[in-house]
């Protein structure tokens, strides 16, 4: 059974830093791309970041270039997302999630972590 | 940067019905990376159907996908209790990856 268990999130102050990880099981995680999306209180999905397969492209939104960093370590089965200068906008429920397929990143998702509230306020 | 317009914003329809809902692209897209998710409330998105047309394991024979260029929809015929839920659309395969605003089908 696939299994993405999310940590991190919490209360953080504008411009504070947060590192969300997401543990996967149950599927050769190795093999997939992995993707971050997010849900603002109230709205609708936004694509985040995504990381290839050995981790060697990363892919970021343009409201978070150069601010949010993914990474993976695939001997642990962990995907990553540091969230560095945090705004009040970054406020959501951040998810991790996995990629369709093996032979390519195709960026669409056929299963999510439970997902984490980050909040940014003062 | 294409925008995916989901219509209606609320579709209200009572069990047994059928539920028609569309994702317009505002520049032809390659079908092969459309897909439409279901999420309930405080749940995490579920995929339902890919590719435009495929559906995702798991998922029920009443749901269907289909379209080409422009225009895309997802069809939900005898509509069931756990059917009613929002439903995004998504442009994947390529960044940024984007998604529609979502159709809230409820019960009528």
């Known amino acids: 059974e696939v299994q993405l268990v999310q940590s991190g999130g919490g209360l953080v102050q504008p411009g504070g830093s947060l590192r969300l990880s997401c543990a996967a099981s149950g599927f050769a995680f190795s093999n997939y791309a992995m993707s971050w999306v997010r849900q603002a209180p109230g709205k609708g999905l936004e694509w985040v970041s995504s990381?290839?397969?050995?981790?060697?492209?990363?892919y970021d939104a343009d409201p978070v270039k150069g601010r949010f960093t993914i990474s993976r370590d695939n001997s642990k089965n962990t995907v990553f997302l540091q969230m560095n200068s945090l705004r009040a906008e970054d406020t959501a429920v951040y998810y991790c999630a996995k990629d369709l397929t093996t032979t390519a990143t195709t960026f669409g998702n056929d299963f999510w972590g439970q997902g984490t509230l980050v909040t940014v306020s003062s | 940067e294409i925008v995916l317009t989901q219509s209606p914003g609320t579709l209200s329809l009572s069990p047994g019905e059928r539920a028609t809902l569309s994702c317009r692209a505002s520049?032809?897209?390659?079908?092969?990376?459309v897909a439409w998710y279901q999420q309930k409330p405080g749940q995490a998105p579920r995929l339902v159907i890919f590719?435009?047309?495929f559906r995702a394991t798991g998922i029920s024979d009443r749901f269907s996908g289909s379209g080409s260029g422009t225009d895309f929809t997802l069809t939900i015929t005898r509509l069931e209790p756990q059917d009613f839920a929002v439903y995004y659309c998504?442009?994947?395969?390529?960044?940024?990856?984007?998604f529609g605003l979502g159709t809230k089908l409820e019960i009528k």
């Open positions: 520049q032809s897209v390659n079908s092969n990376y």
């Open positions: 990381i290839s397969r050995s981790g060697d492209s990363t």
């Open positions: 998504q442009l994947y395969g390529s960044t940024p990856v984007i």
């Open positions: 590719g435009a047309s």
